[in-house]
Nanobody, 123 residues
Framework: QVQLVESGGGLVQAGDSLRLSCSASGRTSSVNSMGWFRQVPGKEREAIAAIAWSGVALVYVDSVKGRFTVSSDHARNTVYLQMNSLKPEDTAVYYC????????????????WGQGTQVTVSS
């Protein structure tokens, strides 16, 4: 089992920045990649960005490209999501996720989830 603990959400104004952190513990050697989903009420969780332990980082959502950066500290088993130039449409619950799969984009491929952290961006 792998446990994920997130931190860093909150209420900010449009244009501000936030950094989310996710620390993994347990059988982290079984994980292929970690990253972030987000979800708004009434919609499915969407994959935002992921990073493999090899260091290859991918951002999946066009709306955050150029504003969000995913990074990792493998020694600390921690993944970060740096969010800049936040917009009201970024408001969502952000979930840390880890998978043994090579495909991070599909929520059904995720074995481990964090508890979620609320990010609210006011206009």
């Amino acid at each position: 089992q792998v446990q994920l603990v997130e931190s860093g959400g909150g209420l900010v104004q449009a244009g501000d920045s936030l950094r989310l952190s996710c620390s993994a513990s347990g059988r982290t050697s079984s994980v292929n990649s970690m990253g972030w989903f987000r979800q708004v009420p009434g919609k499915e969780r969407e994959a935002i960005a992921a990073i493999a332990w090899s260091g290859v980082a991918l951002v999946y959502v066009d709306s955050v490209k150029g504003r969000f950066t995913v990074s990792s500290d493998h020694a600390r088993n921690t993944v970060y999501l740096q969010m800049n130039s936040l917009k009201p449409e970024d408001t969502a619950v952000y979930y840390c996720a880890a998978t043994r799969s090579s495909n991070f984009t599909y929520a059904g491929n995720i074995q481990y989830w964090g508890q979620g952290t609320q990010v609210t961006v006011s206009s």
